[in-house]
C-alpha cells in the first residue's frame, strides 16, 4: 500500500462530513478524499435501481482514478441499497453506513426509539434485519425526513435551517402511536448530525441521539492499522454538477480541513 494512498470518502451531499471529521479524530495523519455527489442529490427520492446504478458507476471511476485504500460509503440510503453490489466489483475494502440502531437498542431506557432517515433508507429490508436482530422486545418508529437533508445543507453553508422541517420531523415520530416514549433517536442519514442542535430542542432534554459516525471511524481504523501513512498539504473534494460558484460550500469544506475542490 503506498503512504499516500487516500481514504476516499462518499455521499450524495455534504452529510458524509460528519464521519470524515469522525475519522479524521481517529487517524490525523491520513489523506482524505471527499467526494459529494451533489448532481444527484438527494439519493432518498430515487428509486433503488438508480441508487444502486449511480453508486457502482462512480465508486468503479473514483477507485480507477485515485486507487484508494478504502473506500467509505458514507450514506445510509446508499449503503442499505448498493454496500454489497460495490463489493462484488472492487476489490478495494469497501466501509458502508448503516443506521445506527443496535447502540439506540442498547441505550434507550423506556423502550422507545425513533429513526428518522430517508425515504429509500427506511424502507429497507436491511432496516428490518437490523431490527428484528438487535431491537426484538422494543419499539422502534420510522420517519421519512428528506427535508432535513436540505436544512442541513443549509446550515453547512452558513443559512438558517428552516424551523419547519425540524419541527415536522420530530412530530412525524411524535404522532405515531408509542411515539410519547421515544427517549433516542437514530439519525439515519449523515445529513442529520448537523442538526442536531435543533432536533434537540424541539424534541426536548429528555430525548438522546444516535449515529454511526463514531463506529464507521473505529472500523476504518482497524482496517488501516499498521499502514504507513503520508498526509499531503491539503485534503480533496470533489464535487459532481457545476459547484465552482458556490463559495459558502467551498467555505464549509475548507472548515472541515479540505483546501483543494476539483469536478468530476
Known amino acids: 500500500m503506498r503512504a499516500d494512498a487516500p481514504i476516499l470518502m462518499f455521499d450524495s451531499g455534504v452529510g458524509g462530513l460528519t464521519v470524515l471529521s469522525a475519522t479524521r479524530a481517529l487517524l490525523p495523519e491520513a489523506s482524505y478524499i471527499y467526494v459529494a455527489d ?16 449511480r453508486v457502482c458507476g462512480l465508486a468503479g471511476r473514483l477507485a480507477e482514478r485515485y486507487h484508494p485504500r478504502l473506500i467509505c460509503i458514507a450514506c445510509n440510503t446508499a449503503s442499505t441499497i448498493a454496500l454489497g453490489m460495490v463489493r462484488e466489483v472492487l476489490e478495494t475494502p469497501i466501509v458502508g453506513t448503516v443506521p445506527a440502531i443496535k447502540p439506540a437498542a442498547e441505550a434507550t431506557q423506556t423502550g422507545g426509539i425513533g ?25 422502534l418508529l420510522r420517519h ?49 448530525p448537523l442538526l442536531t442542535q435543533e432536533l434537540a430542542k424541539e424534541f426536548g432534554p429528555e430525548v ?13 481504523a482497524y482496517l488501516t492499522r499498521g499502514q504507513a501513512f503520508t498526509k499531503p498539504d491539503s485534503d480533496l473534494a470533489i464535487i459532481t454538477g457545476d459547484a465552482s460558484h458556490d463559495t459558502a460550500l467551498h467555505r464549509a469544506l ?6 483543494r475542490i476539483a469536478g468530476l
Open 208 to 220: 438522546a441521539f444516535v449515529d454511526g459516525a463514531q463506529g464507521i471511524a473505529r472500523r476504518i
Open 38 to 53: 451533489s448532481a444527484a442529490l438527494p439519493y432518498g427520492d430515487k428509486s433503488e435501481d438508480e441508487i444502486a446504478a
Open 254 to 259: 475548507q472548515h472541515y480541513g479540505i483546501g
Open 115 to 139: 429513526l428518522l432517515g430517508t425515504a429509500a433508507t427506511i424502507r429497507q429490508p436491511y432496516v428490518d434485519r437490523l431490527e428484528a436482530e438487535f431491537a426484538k422486545g422494543k419499539t
Open 144 to 192: 421519512a425526513a428528506p427535508e432535513l437533508v436540505l436544512a442541513a445543507e443549509q446550515k453547512l453553508r452558513g443559512e438558517q435551517p428552516d424551523p419547519a422541517a425540524i419541527a415536522a420531523a420530530v412530530a412525524g415520530l411524535r404522532r405515531q402511536a408509542g411515539g410519547e416514549r421515544i427517549d433516542t433517536v437514530v439519525l439515519a442519514c449523515t445529513h442529520f
